[in-house]
């Protein structure tokens, strides 16, 4: 898009605009390009003043211009593809005159100056990283990978050698569990004569993963109606959480999606039965397998979280979208986070052709009237929702389509109660409080007025029966 220089003049300064004097030295110039291309990129106007609004030109002095010209190459490492172009205009002096614009792009590169100082744009400032920032940067462009760095106290003893097998004779490979190791990945290494089992090989081949990586597991959290709550109103009706190598994680994941997911079945006009469902099962397996395939697993303080509700599932994954690739260009760009991650589900055909994932979804979920996945970015973690092709009414296979006594309509708890029951017939009193968020005598009420009504019935003794629903 091209502005107006009057336009340019009244652009305020953020996270992708900024203006700078004539008189600004490369050095300092070099900073500001350097964390528009390890950010999101951005455009410099070179020639207005960045305090005063001011038209000053480039014109008047052609040996500086040359030197703000040469700073991407001179003063950034690795060199940065800027693009330029010179607008016309008429300075404060009255006099025909150019401004320099400096189009700075986002890069799959970390990008520093010549003093090795990395920058980071945020809002209209320049930040320089500290030495964690830079590090965790150069995870998410890919200069470096967490899952190549050894996981801490992990010994070769801490490798499931048959679960290695498994995965070479998947490939192909030959030789002894050992060699595939240590000459392939970089899955074990060695600091003099001490053996270095990379983060990797424990994800994927590790006896116990979250041994080392406590949160590195997926947590399925079902919600009654379309809204998160807690306290007294906590509308929670499942919680499991699933751990182990990534391998299993994926596939107990999917295999208990799968029972959640509602569906209908009928018989169609051409005589065949057909199956409707809230979501396609491509969309069920790829957004498990991009979340526990592209998570950070260098955010070691919280677990891939995914929620359902009653119209969408929320898929929250530890981590920033990774390198070049944006809420915008998701769909047809691909980076991987964890590359040695996803070459070993590949051999397990949960990754079919990289990159093609996302642009898949969003064809099957167009294909029954879906909108496309939405991302959101929440400080560390991103949202991604899938929204639900809601059946018709009546079509559902819910335990709420049980018959109800006449006239009786059931409120918003007493169906928390019955899914708590259908998943745990033997609970009591107690949990389903904790649970609800309710005191325990009014559960005692509740749980009596739907015994009277023919809703539920006690099978057994208190402590050692259960709850059937009728």
Known sequence: MRYTIEEIRQMPEGQ???????????KALANTIVAMANADGGMI?????????????????KAHLNEILRTPFDFC????????????????????????????????????????????????????????????????????????????????????????????????????????????KGFLTYKGDVPQVS?????????????FFPRARVRFIKYYGTEEKVGREMNVIKDVTFEGRILDQIQKTIDYLETQVKEHSYLGEDGLFKTDREYPKFVIQEMTVNSVCHRDYSIKGTEIQIKMFDDRLVFETPGKLPGIVRTD?????HFSRNPKIAEYLKAYDYVKEFGEGVDRMCRELSAIGTKEPQYHLFAFIMKASVWANLLEEGQ???????KRPEGD??????????????????????????????????????L??????????RIGSDKGGHWQIK
């Not at 260009?329 to 760009?333: F, L």
């Not at 968020?437 to 009014?442: A, C, D, F, V």
């Open 16 to 26: 992708t605009f900024d203006c700078k004097s004539i008189h600004i030295e490369p």
């Open 45 to 61: 106007a070179v020639g207005i003043s960045d305090k005063t609004r001011r038209i000053e030109g480039v014109n008047q002095d």
């Open 77 to 184: 490492v690795p060199t940065i593809s800027v693009t330029t172009e010179f607008m016309p205009c008429q300075d404060s002096e009255g006099n025909d005159n150019h401004i320099l614009i400096i189009h700075v792009p986002a890069s799959p590169r970390l990008h520093a100056n010549q003093a090795d100082e990395v920058f980071w744009r945020v809002g209209d400032k320049s930040r320089k990283l500290p030495f964690e920032e830079r590090l965790q940067l150069m995870y998410d462009k890919g200069e470096r990978y967490y899952e190549d760095s050894p996981a801490y106290d992990a010994t070769i003893e801490d490798i499931d050698m048959d679960a290695v097998k498994a995965y070479m004779k998947r490939i192909g490979y030959g030789k002894s569990p050992m060699e595939y190791l240590q000459e392939n």
């Open 199 to 211: 983060t990797a090989c424990i994800l994927l081949f590790g006896k116990r993963p979250q041994n």
């Open 329 to 333: 260009n998701i769909r047809h760009t």
């Open 396 to 402: 559902e296979k819910t335990i709420s389509d049980q």
């Open 409 to 446: 309509q059931i409120s918003d708890q007493i169906k928390m109660i019955l899914e708590l029951i259908k998943e745990k017939p033997q609970i009591s009193r107690s949990e389903i409080s904790h649970k609800m968020g309710l005191h325990e005598s009014s559960v005692k009420r509740r």
């Open 448 to 457: 009596k007025m739907m015994v009277d009504k023919g809703i539920i019935q």
